[in-house]
Nanobody
């Protein structure tokens, strides 16, 4: 499985963007998917997850209501849409996949070790 993240860039505070994660080598609709981000000098943190079987979503509390994780099975692509962006959202955003949807509890997918495959990251910079 290869994941290709894209869609990052420079956006003004209050703006929006949509990140894409295109998968090859596997069928995305059965995967558990996740997005993480890492700001300079900080650890990688969980942003959102989407279960492979039920389509259940989970968000970190600080981003709930501003970010939406989704998937387009026809395009074999997952997305992370963000709005009302803040300068503190500036980070490299990574998508990740668990092709086997190994965990029934979506809370497990807040842990980066739940994922087998990672995209290369896409930079998001929010200017004030």
């Amino acid at each position: 499985v290869q994941l290709q993240a894209s869609g990052g860039g420079l956006v003004q505070a209050g703006g929006s963007l949509r990140l894409s994660c295109a998968a090859s080598g596997s069928i995305l609709n059965v995967h558990a998917m996740g997005w993480f981000r890492q700001a300079p000098g900080k650890e990688r943190e969980f942003v959102a997850a989407l279960s492979g079987s039920t389509g259940t979503t989970l968000y970190v509390n600080s981003m709930k209501g501003r970010f939406t994780i989704s998937r387009d099975n026809a395009k074999n692509t997952a997305y992370l849409a963000g709005n009302s962006l803040k300068p503190e959202d500036t980070a490299v955003y990574y998508c990740a996949a668990d092709p086997r949807s190994s965990y029934s509890a979506i809370m497990q997918y807040t842990n980066p070790y739940a994922y087998d495959y990672w995209g290369q990251g896409t930079q998001v910079t929010v200017s004030s």
